[in-house]
T-cell receptor
Framework: KNQVEQSPQSLIILEGKNCTLQCNYTVSPFSNLRWYKQDTGRGPVSLTIMTFSENTKSNGRYTATLDADTKQSSLHITASQLSDSASYICVVTTPQKTGANNLFFGTGTRLTVIP | DTEVTQTPKHLVMGMTNKKSLKCEQHMGHRAMYWYKQKAKKPPELMFVYSYEKLSINESVPSRFSPECPNSSLLNLHLHALQPEDSALYLC?????????????FGPGTRLTVL
């Protein structure tokens, strides 16, 4: 069964600290993995996308890693800011099949950054 | 313009009402999506339109009826909804729905069914 699991469910950190969010998936076959940031009541915004051959991708203070062998990804946030408070969603994509859904969303990690 | 807009932002409706949610993008994207998101849950795909044709319907009840009048617009017509349909409805678009596409999401419509 194609599943995407994220941990922790929620996380509270002090402003300025670093944190790492985890994503484990059983989706197969694999095309790519994305991390999205979703502010409360807003639509998700793409942070990074990685294909099978990429194992690190950075976007400012966000660095995503991918281990396609163990089917694990992480999102590392450096020097957290209050505006980083949001849900972070891992999305895994399978190759396109006509008429089939090929996106699998994780349950998300709710990050709260406190001053 | 890298924005997907959705109207209205909030909608409260009774179970006998008929209403519509609207989504618009001007990025030249040819794939558009409707998702439903309950609190603290990931978005669930409802419909996908590719080149203005419905390509995916994830077994959504007929009280939800999508419409794609042109490549920039996507509507979701609502009729005889149930209280459990209350959720955030997200619209997204992508270049042409292929695997490498990034989906750009709108801000969502917060729907409450009384």
């Amino acid at each position: 069964k194609n599943q995407v699991e994220q941990s922790p469910q929620s996380l509270i950190i002090l402003e300025g600290k670093n944190c790492t969010l985890q994503c484990n998936y059983t989706v197969s076959p694999f095309s790519n993995l994305r991390w999205y940031k979703q502010d409360t009541g807003r639509g998700p915004v793409s942070l990074t996308i990685m294909t099978f051959s990429e194992n690190t991708k950075s976007n400012g203070r966000y660095t995503a890693t991918l281990d396609a062998d163990t089917k694990q990804s992480s999102l590392h946030i450096t020097a957290s800011q209050l505006s980083d408070s949001a849900s972070y969603i891992c999305v895994v994509t399978t190759p396109q099949k006509t008429g089939a859904n090929n996106l699998f969303f994780g349950t998300g990690t709710r990050l709260t950054v406190i001053p | 313009d890298t924005e997907v807009t959705q109207t209205p932002k909030h909608l409260v409706m009774g179970m006998t009402n008929k209403k519509s949610l609207k989504c618009e993008q001007h990025m030249g994207h040819r794939a558009m999506y409707w998702y439903k998101q309950k609190a603290k849950k990931p978005p669930e795909l409802m419909f996908v339109y590719s080149y203005e044709k419905l390509s995916i319907n994830e077994s959504v009840p007929s009280r939800f009826s999508p419409e794609c009048p042109n490549s920039s617009l996507l509507n979701l017509h609502l009729h005889a909804l149930q209280p459990e349909d209350s959720a955030l409805y997200l619209c997204a678009s992508s270049q042409d729905g292929l695997v490498g596409d990034t989906q750009y999401f709108g801000p969502g419509t917060r729907l409450t069914v009384l």
